[in-house]
């Protein structure tokens, strides 16, 4: 069995073009599902200042079968680089270290994604275009495959049907608190578009302890029995973590949102 990992910049102009027909919409959507693999893509720009739009998909199975999904990728667009072979999974976990600089500032929001319809894409796109720093990026993952062959309730993780989890991340160097608040904003502005288009919810590991409108929904119906293990095996939180678990005790979860926001 051969794993193949592929790196592939596709020029932003080619999909700016594109994006501005449902024909094509619904192709990159649908060609996006129909590639059995773990697909990450994310927008960020070039040395040269332009945006462009990174895709990362990972098959592990039969080598051939991998590379005739991913050149359906490749159809999307023309590649700027692209790069196929075998890595380790040491090396592929290691992959973005490079692009998390010390003491740059970065906030981040998620959405779960059921897909991706024209109207999503189009919010992306045009957030992408707005960005207020060029440092901030869009992120984007499909779960899908065996991952969705799991019960709900045989693990922590409650979200078994395909989707995608989409990463807001806003990132600049430190500056003046105007500044910022403004590279926040536009990263809220994102989150609350998608809002409509979301599934409850969202992946712990990137919300805020406070973020109880998506906490409420991001173990699903594990979250009681969560709380109850914690409460029971750790009352005096030893085992405290960023990731958050839901305050059963509040009578409405929808009251207050933040962004998680690190500075490394």
């Excluded at 024909?23 to 649908?30: G, K, P, S």
């Excluded at 070039?46 to 359906?72: M, Q």
């Excluded at 578009?193 to 990137?206: D, Q, V």
């Excluded at 406070?210 to 029995?225: L, S």
Aim: net charge negative; hydrophobic share 40%.
């Amino acid at each position: 069995m051969a794993a193949i990992h592929h790196l592939s910049v596709i020029e932003a102009e080619e999909l700016g073009k594109a994006h501005r027909t449902n024909l094509t919409q619904r192709r990159f959507a649908e060609t996006l599902q129909a590639a059995n693999v773990l697909f990450s893509g994310r927008s960020f720009p070039c040395p040269d200042g332009n945006p462009v739009l990174f895709l990362g998909p990972i098959w592990t199975g039969e080598r051939a079968a991998g590379e005739k999904h991913i050149g359906r990728l490749e159809s999307l667009g023309k590649p700027t680089l692209s790069q196929v072979g075998p890595m380790r999974l040491a090396q592929l976990l290691g992959l973005y270290d490079a692009q998390v600089m010390n003491g740059r500032h970065y906030a981040l929001r998620t959405r779960w994604l059921a897909d991706l319809t024209p109207d999503i894409i189009s919010a992306v796109t045009a957030a992408g275009a707005a960005r207020t720093s060029p440092l901030s990026m869009i992120a984007l993952h499909h779960f899908h495959g065996a991952g969705t062959r799991i019960a709900p309730d045989a693990t922590a993780y409650s979200m078994r049907r395909s989707h995608f989890m989409m990463e807001i991340i806003a990132a600049w160097e430190p500056t003046s608190v105007v500044e910022a608040e403004i590279h926040r904003q536009w990263m809220s502005d994102l989150s609350a578009t998608l809002a409509p288009h979301a599934l409850p919810g969202g992946y712990a590991n990137f919300l805020g302890p406070d973020c109880h409108d998506q906490i409420a929904d991001a173990y699903g119906d594990n979250a009681r029995r969560l709380c109850e293990g914690k409460q029971k095996y750790d009352p005096d939180n030893v085992f405290s973590s960023a990731i958050p678990l839901p305050d059963l005790s509040l009578p409405n979860q929808n009251t207050k949102r933040v962004d998680l926001e690190v500075t490394i």
